[in-house]
């Protein structure tokens, strides 16, 4: 009989679930996306049961041929609890996540993993080469920054399962800027998309560089203005989005050369929605570690590159996730 793995994915607007035969073969991917539902703190699984069910009956899909759900979701996650915690996007202090899913599918075993270190497992599956397995780091930058570790050839989980929240190192201490979780000078308050957009709603209230040229592409209604026009009118010579997108670029140069200083990475793998605009970011990024790495990193730099999996980059993992606790891969040791 053939097996299958589902995988989910959960993030602040959009869930996704996978099923697929358990060699993992990507052309026998089978997916539904749908909104991500926020009304009460158990809407979020009941959706990620409807569209197991709905995959489930339109494969033909017997449940007792599943060998196991991964299921990726944005953090904080309790992997003891089965549950996440203090998640700013999806509204609610605890959203349980394991409970429900077993009282569904009391036979199949459930791994959760947060969705940054899941993804690092899709990268790790479907796309790193062999010689960058053992080393790997994958970064989003999208709304937030995250990162998911592979060190040595094991995955970093931490004491609950939130190891390498990247996008909250502090780069600027003695910054005005608060970032969403409390601190003042994250990596993430800078260059995320949420951080390029008030990075520069502020600029532009001080009045200080001239954003005639962003004020032109949305005709002056500040609420207008996202990470996309800044990077826009960057491109078309906007001095005060230069200044912002200059700032992005260079405290993901920091936040980067961390990374590497802590992990020693082989490769750093990019993804997320802001890599859109991947030619004004990852370009200087790339151009900094070839020429003059050690203004950012004691260590030999990474590769850095981008991933090609785009928004499945999480859902992957999910599914790779399962693939690797059924078969006791070391790099989960
Ligand atoms: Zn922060």
């Known amino acids: 009989m053939e097996k299958y793995i589902v995988g989910v994915d959960i993030g602040g607007t ?33 959706t990620v049961i409807q569209l197991m069910s709905e995959l489930l009956s339109e494969n033909g899909i017997d449940v007792n041929n599943i060998i196991g759900i991964g299921l990726a979701s944005a953090g904080p996650i309790d992997l003891e609890k089965g549950e996440l915690f203090n998640n700013v996007n999806l509204g609610f202090k605890v959203i ?37 397995k053992d080393n790997l780091v994958y970064v989003t930058i999208s ?28 780069v600027e201490p003695r910054s005005k800027i608060t970032c969403n979780c409390g601190a003042h000078g994250c990596w993430e308050a800078y260059s995320s998309g949420t951080g390029v957009q008030l990075r520069a709603l502020e600029a532009i209230k001080e009045e200080k560089l001239n954003a005639e040229v962003l004020l032109g592409i949305v005709n ?4 207008k203005i996202t990470a996309k026009e800044v990077f826009q009118a960057a491109r078309e010579g906007d001095i005060l989005s230069q200044k912002v997108v200059d700032d992005c670029v260079f405290y993901t140069q920091i936040g980067t050369g961390a990374i590497n ?13 802001m890599m859109k605009d991947k030619e004004q970011i990852i370009s200087p990024l790339i151009e900094q570690f070839k020429k003059n790495p050690i203004k ?16 499945e980059v999480g859902l992957r993992g999910a599914l790779a996730l399962v693939k690797y606790k059924t078969e006791n891969n070391p790099i989960l040791l």
């Not at 791994?111 to 062999?130: K, M, R, S, T």
């Not at 002056?220 to 609420?223: I, R, S, V």
């Not at 200083?261 to 929605?273: H, K, L, P």
């Open 143 to 170: 709304t937030g920054i995250g990162g998911g570790v592979i060190c040595n050839g094991h995955l970093m989980l931490g004491k609950e399962g939130n190891a390498a929240e990247v996008g909250h190192v502090i």
């Open 14 to 46: 959009w869930i996704r679930v996978a099923t697929c035969t358990s060699d993992l073969k990507e052309e026998n991917i089978k997916l539904k996306t749908t909104r991500t539902l926020k009304e009460n703190k158990f809407s979020i699984i009941h």
């Open 220 to 223: 002056n209604d500040l609420y």
């Open 296 to 311: 950012f990193t004691i260590n030999h730099p990474p590769k850095i590159k981008m991933t090609v999996l785009g928004d």
């Open 261 to 273: 200083n802590f992990y020693d990475s082989t490769s750093i793998y990019f993804g997320g929605a």
């Open 96 to 132: 349980p996540l394991r409970k429900p899913l077993e009282e569904k599918f009391p036979d199949i075993p459930i791994y959760l993993i947060n969705d940054c270190n899941g993804a690092v497992l899709g990268v790790h599956y479907f796309e790193a080469e062999e010689d960058e």
